[in-house]
T-cell receptor, first 113, second 113 residues
């Protein structure tokens, strides 16, 4: 069974440019998470979806970040415009339901120059 | 304010000996605790969990101990193997419908041959 798939693995962009990350969760997993992980820190939740509904986006900087999960399957996370401080690893995870074990993708390492 | 703290950024242990990773938390509402393991360039993978109704959970070489009065948990790995070298994250949640995992900063475990 395929795990959580994220793309791209790496992305380098200039500041003020837009960027998008894509996530394909494990089939049948209703809950999808986007996390941000800075170097030397643990993951921090950006947004959680239950099916296609964003049920917790309190930590998402909505002035520049947006996310969607069309049809409750794949999800995209967008940053526009990117800032130098956005350089981090963006992790996607999915679980059967909220509270059950979450499976993580390999992450997208974003570098903003 | 860090609600979940892993005070040791790194730990070096001889192969075959016991590895003990520690985690402290401040939020008394946390009732579910997890340990994740992360290799370089990969996403975290679930290792073991414990509910606050228990004080110990064991899975093969891995045992998690929970001391609610001290708001402390620890992960024991016996015996330590080279493949255990990774970053270990402690995470906690308060459960309920507003489930959210709060993560520690991680401890890098190095198993010496």
């Amino acid at each position: 069974e395929a795990g959580v798939v994220q793309s791209p693995r790496y992305k380098i962009i200039e500041k003020k440019q837009p960027v998008a990350f894509w996530c394909n969760p494990i089939s049948g997993h209703n809950t999808l998470y986007w996390y941000l992980q800075n170097l030397g820190q643990g993951p921090e939740l950006l947004i959680r979806y239950e099916n296609e509904e964003a049920v917790d986006d309190s930590q998402l900087p909505k002035d520049r970040f947006s996310a969607e999960r069309l049809k409750g399957v794949d999800s995209t996370l967008k940053i526009q415009p990117a800032e130098l401080g956005d350089s981090a690893v963006y992790l996607c995870a999915s679980s059967l339901e909220v509270g059950s074990e979450a499976f993580f993708g390999q992450g997208t390492r974003l570098t903003v120059v | 304010d860090q609600q979940v703290k892993q005070n040791s950024p790194s730990l070096s242990v001889q192969e075959g000996r016991i590895s003990i990773l520690n985690c402290d938390y401040t939020n008394s509402m946390f009732d579910y605790f997890l340990w994740y393991k992360k290799y370089p360039a990969e996403g975290p993978t679930f290792l073991i969990s414990i509910s606050s109704i228990k004080d110990k959970n064991e899975d093969g070489r891995f045992t998690v101990f929970l001391n609610k009065s001290a708001k402390h948990l620890s992960l024991h790995i016996v015996p330590s193997q080279p493949g255990d070298s990774a970053v270990y994250f402690c995470a906690a949640s308060a459960g309920g419908s507003n489930y959210q995992l709060i993560w520690g900063a991680g401890t890098k475990l190095i198993i010496k041959p």
